[in-house]
């Protein structure tokens, strides 16, 4: 009786191959659980981060004279001059400080 209990058929019903074989199914399962979770990422972490950053780096083009902005670092200003690299601002009457293009957070109204 023991030995029908766990006999080959058994351990088919199981579902196993027996000794030495892999289990039903194989390895697709564990593919298509893969393929979903990098979709998972992707949609819900890449995708909207590079998007904000192709925003961002618009934005940053986009910078010209007479713009208000505000800075990283909370300064409020407008824009006299834009370079390559930098922007000159105007924070308040008579003071002007250089800022890195990439410091400027947004545009202000």
Sequence with gaps: MLLTLFGPETAHAMG???AGG???GGGSG???MLVAIFAIFYFLMIRPE?????E???MIDSLARGDKIVTIGGL???IQDVHD???VIRIAEGLKVEVAK???SGKRD
């Excluded at 590079?50 to 192709?54: L, V, Y």
């Design 16 to 18: 196993t191959t027996g």
């Design 22 to 24: 892999e289990a039903a």
């Design 30 to 32: 564990m593919l298509i």
């Design 50 to 54: 590079s998007k904000r950053r192709k």
């Design 56 to 58: 961002r780096q618009a």
């Design 76 to 78: 409020y200003g407008e």
């Design 85 to 87: 690299d930098k922007v």
């Design 102 to 104: 990439t410091a400027v």
